[in-house]
């Protein structure tokens, strides 16, 4: 019975699934609503950085996860979202890095499954269920 549970391509297709399109949602979001692009350019201009850095912000969260949904180059699309993730910490969430929420779980811990289940892409890559399988 619990060989028939054991099905890496599906589990690899599920996650790429569940980090790319819960990811998605977040860029879609940026593209609807431009002036999320200016407040993150504000944000890399504080840090002496050009605001213009901010449409990267689309790479990781609009072109990356449509990369890992459909299977294409898997392994670099998790990269980008896991690099994204990690801009995202420097920039908005290093005074929560350390912090509860009132539940107890890790104040930053939605934003941390993001990163790690893009990390997991990385190493496992796209599996068989994939558009260009690695």
Do not use: C
Not at 35 to 51: F, K, N, Q, R, V
Not at 61 to 76: K, S
């Amino acid at each position: 019975m619990l060989n028939a549970l054991h099905n890496e391509p599906l589990g690899k297709l599920i996650l790429r699934l569940g980090v790319g399109g819960l990811i998605l949602f977040h860029g879609i979001s940026k593209l609807l609503n431009p002036g999320s692009i200016d407040w993150i350019g504000g944000m890399l201009e504080g840090y002496g950085l050009p605001a213009v850095l901010a449409y990267g912000v689309l790479i990781g969260e609009v072109v990356a996860p449509i990369m890992a949904i459909v299977g294409w180059q898997a392994r670099l699309a998790g990269l980008l979202m896991a690099g994204n993730m990690l801009v995202a910490f420097l920039l908005v969430h290093t005074g929560q890095i350390f912090m509860l929420n009132d539940n107890g779980g890790w104040e930053l811990e939605l934003q941390g499954l993001y990163f790690l289940g893009a990390l997991a892409l990385v190493f496992l890559g796209s599996g068989r269920m994939a558009v260009r399988p690695d």
